[in-house]
């Protein structure tokens, strides 16, 4: 049965041979596809960035001697170390990206062990810190033996900013982990 010819296809071809086109190999769109979602991943480590850094506002510029009244009023508690430790996280971004750039396998993997101790490491330590807070307060509901901040339960609160960062550095290895593979695979060819 012949097909019908149209305005899109060659001339002298009905269009079935595609078999015989060259295609790209799995490991270039395999990095690809795996480049554009790390720096979708790169894009929303930014925007947690932001977010603790209206959190840490508060003591950056008290350190500064800056006092704004409306900043004061809202009586944000004071920060604790992994929040800045995990601030310096997003310096690692700018090392995904060049690997991302240059396809460099040492740069990446220099990005994956950053994310894992900086990310990780400072997202694990709130986790645990805030667990006697978060476990009391779900499973009596009583808010009087944990820390409160605008009548609502403080260790809660870092528990949706901590699952936001995990699933952020989590996609954020895997997929750079599938670069490593897909870059491994063409350096072996």
């Known amino acids: 049965m012949a097909s019908r010819v149209t305005m899109q296809q060659a001339l002298g071809t009905d269009g079935s041979d595609f078999q015989h ?14 480049k554009s979602r790390l720096k979708y991943c790169i894009f929303f480590h930014y925007i947690l960035f932001f977010v603790m ?5 508060a003591d950056i510029l008290d350190r500064l001697n800056i006092f704004i009244l409306e900043i004061e009023e809202l009586q944000v508690p004071q920060p604790l170390w992994w929040e800045y430790i995990w601030c310096t996280s997003l310096i690692l971004s700018f090392l995904g990206l060049s690997a991302v750039r240059k396809n460099r396998i040492k740069t990446l ?6 994310i894992t101790v900086l990310g990780f490491g400072s997202i694990l330590y709130a986790f645990i810190y805030y667990f006697k807070d978060v476990y009391e307060y779900l499973s009596t509901g009583e808010t009087e033996n944990i820390h409160m901040w605008q009548d609502l339960p403080y260790g809660v609160l870092w528990y949706g900013f901590i699952l936001a960062a995990s699933q952020v550095h989590g996609f954020t290895l895997y997929f750079s982990y599938n670069l490593w593979s897909a870059w491994q695979t063409k350096r072996a060819n």
């Open 21 to 34: 086109r060259q295609r790209v190999a799995p490991h270039y769109q395999n990095s690809a596809m795996n």
């Open 109 to 114: 993997q220099q990005y994956m062990i950053g």
């Open 53 to 57: 850094l209206a959190k840490l506002s």
